[in-house]
């Protein structure tokens, strides 16, 4: 079945202590990205990764890590986490066909399930 | 910079009224992509619809039905006889086709769409 995985799903933590939260896909997607979720904000994306090896920052990405070693994985990493990370947090992929050149096309993404994530 | 508004915070109707969720975008980009995205109560994204900038037809998909306007920057979305489990929470989302941007996925605030029966 073609999806996106994060893990954990939920996670409580203290101001701090590192933290990684993995995502996965399955669907040989060259995209992929992080968004979290706050009330009020809508979605923002963190980072976004166009290809392995490829990470660029989105509009929120101020103590947060990503890389890309991997096509499929894209971890999420909090190096000393802060309650104002608290949050849920969403991992996303979709195929990159073509370039502005081509004229061609962005596809929708795919999101994984969520990761609630509570910084004491 | 790219923008998108969803002004509309909460919506509350009736079954089977129609409903339209409102979406403003700014971009200054010519080629761009339009989303639309609904959250149910158990929490996952779902894709609805996807709308690059050169097609301004009008799309309609069962009971939903989108109308994009280049001339007001909008990209509105109306259910037609609403159900409960249109209840949700439905974003409106922007993406710029190149330049330094591509891949920036902008999104709405949200709008808590509740359908009472």
């Known amino acids: 079945e073609a999806q996106v995985t994060q893990n954990p799903r939920y996670l409580i933590t203290v101001t701090g202590k590192k933290l990684t939260v993995t995502c996965s896909q399955n669907m040989n997607h060259e995209y992929m990205s992080w968004y979290r979720q706050d009330p009020g904000l809508g979605l923002r994306q963190i980072y976004y990764?166009?290809?392995?090896?490829?990470?660029d920052k989105g509009d929120v990405p101020e103590g947060y890590k990503v890389s890309r070693k991997e096509k499929r994985n894209f971890p999420l990493i909090l190096e000393s986490p802060s309650p104002n990370q608290t949050s849920l947090y969403f991992c996303?992929?979709?195929?990159?066909?073509?370039?502005?050149?081509?004229?061609?096309?962005?596809?929708?993404?795919?999101f994984g399930p969520g990761t609630r994530l509570t910084v004491l | 910079a790219q923008k998108v508004t969803q002004a509309q915070t909460e919506i509350s109707v009736v079954e089977k009224e129609d409903v339209t969720l409102d979406c403003v975008y700014e971009t200054r980009d010519t080629t761009y992509y339009l989303f639309w995205y609904k959250q149910p109560p158990s929490g996952e994204l779902v894709f609805l619809i996807r709308?690059?900038?050169?097609?301004?037809q009008n799309e309609i998909s069962g009971r939903y039905s989108w109308n994009f306007q280049k001339s007001t920057s909008s990209f509105n979305f109306t259910i037609t006889a609403s159900q409960v489990v249109d209840s949700a929470v439905y974003f409106c989302?922007?993406?710029?086709?190149?330049?330094?941007?591509?891949?920036?996925?902008?999104f709405g605030q949200g709008t808590i769409l509740t359908v009472h029966p």
């Open positions: 996303a992929s979709s195929l990159c066909s073509g370039t502005e050149r081509a004229g061609d096309s962005y596809n929708e993404q795919f």
């Open positions: 990764s166009m290809n392995v090896e490829v990470t």
């Open positions: 709308r690059n900038s050169f097609d301004e």
């Open positions: 989302a922007l993406t710029n086709a190149g330049g330094t941007s591509y891949g920036k996925l902008t």
